[in-house]
C-alpha cells in the first residue's frame, strides 16, 4: 500500500471542501452587500426625490391655503404668516435637495423652481397688498395671478412625479434582475461546489477503502485456507 497515505489524503479533501464552503460564503456576503448596495441607492435617489417633490408641493398647498385665508379675512394674519414662512423655507429645503439629488432631469428641475418662485412672489406681493389694507386688489391677484402659477406649479409637480416614477420602476427592475442574476449564480456556484466535494469524497474514500477491501478479502481467504494470497501494494504507513 504504498500510495495509501490517509491522513494527508483526509486533510487535503477537507481543505477543499472547506475552501469550496468559503469561496460559498464570500460570494453569497458580496451578493448580498451588493442587494444592499441597490436598496440603499433606491431609498436614496428616487425614493428621496420623489419624497422631495411630495413635500413641495404639500407645502405649496399649505402655503397657499394661508394666503386665501388672509385674502378672504381680508388681513394679514401673524399665524398665517408664520405659517407661510415656514412652508417657503420647507420649500427651498427640498428645492436644494433635489439639485443635490442630480437624478431628475435637470431643465424640469429648473422650470419647477422657477414656478415655485414665481408663486412665492406673487404670494409675498399679495401679503404686502392686504397689509397695505387693499383687500381688494389681493382677492384679484388671487384671481388673476395666483390660481393660475398655482396650476402650473401642479403641472410641473405632475410631471416630476412622472420622472420619480420612472426612476423608482427602472431602479426596482433592474434590482430585481441582478438579484435573480445573484440567486442563479449563487445556486450555480453552490451546485458546482457540491458535485466538486462529492467527486472529491468519492476519490479519496475509494482510495483509502479498496486498498482495505483487499486486504480483508485476502484474509478471508486465509481463513478459508487458501494460505497463496497477494497484494500488490506495499507502504511504510497506515
Not at 112 to 118: G, I, P, R, V
Not at 123 to 133: F, N, P, Q, S, T
Amino acid at each position: 500500500m504504498k500510495n495509501l497515505k490517509i491522513r494527508t489524503k483526509l486533510l487535503v479533501s477537507f481543505g477543499i471542501v472547506l475552501i469550496l464552503t468559503v469561496i460559498v460564503s464570500i460570494f453569497s456576503i458580496l451578493q448580498l452587500r451588493k442587494a444592499n448596495s441597490n436598496l440603499d441607492e433606491f431609498m436614496e435617489g428616487a425614493v428621496a426625490a420623489d419624497d422631495a417633490v411630495k413635500s413641495c408641493r404639500i407645502a405649496t398647498f399649505i402655503a397657499a391655503k394661508d394666503v386665501r385665508d388672509m385674502v378672504i379675512q381680508g388681513k394679514a394674519d401673524a399665524d398665517n404668516l408664520q405659517s407661510i414662512e415656514e412652508n417657503k423655507a420647507s420649500i427651498e429645503a427640498n428645492l436644494k435637495k433635489l439639485h443635490e439629488l442630480d437624478i431628475l432631469d435637470k431643465e424640469q428641475v429648473t422650470s419647477f423652481e422657477n414656478a415655485l418662485n414665481d408663486w412665492m412672489n406673487i404670494a409675498d406681493d399679495i401679503v404686502a397688498e392686504l397689509k397695505a389694507g387693499d383687500a381688494m386688489a389681493a382677492a384679484e391677484s388671487i384671481r388673476t395671478k395666483c390660481t393660475p402659477t398655482l396650476d402650473k406649479v401642479i403641472s410641473e409637480i405632475n410631471t416630476l412625479n412622472e420622472g420619480t416614477g420612472t426612476i423608482r420602476t427602472t431602479t426596482m427592475n433592474e434590482s430585481v434582475k441582478e438579484t435573480n442574476m445573484s440567486m442563479i449564480v449563487l445556486l450555480a456556484v453552490t451546485g458546482i461546489a457540491i458535485v466538486v466535494a462529492m467527486i472529491i469524497c468519492a476519490r479519496v474514500t475509494r482510495t483509502i477503502v479498496y486498498p482495505v477491501h483487499q486486504v480483508e478479502d485476502a484474509m478471508a481467504g486465509l481463513s478459508r485456507g487458501e494460505m497463496a494470497q497477494s497484494l500488490d501494494y506495499e507502504s511504510a504507513d497506515e
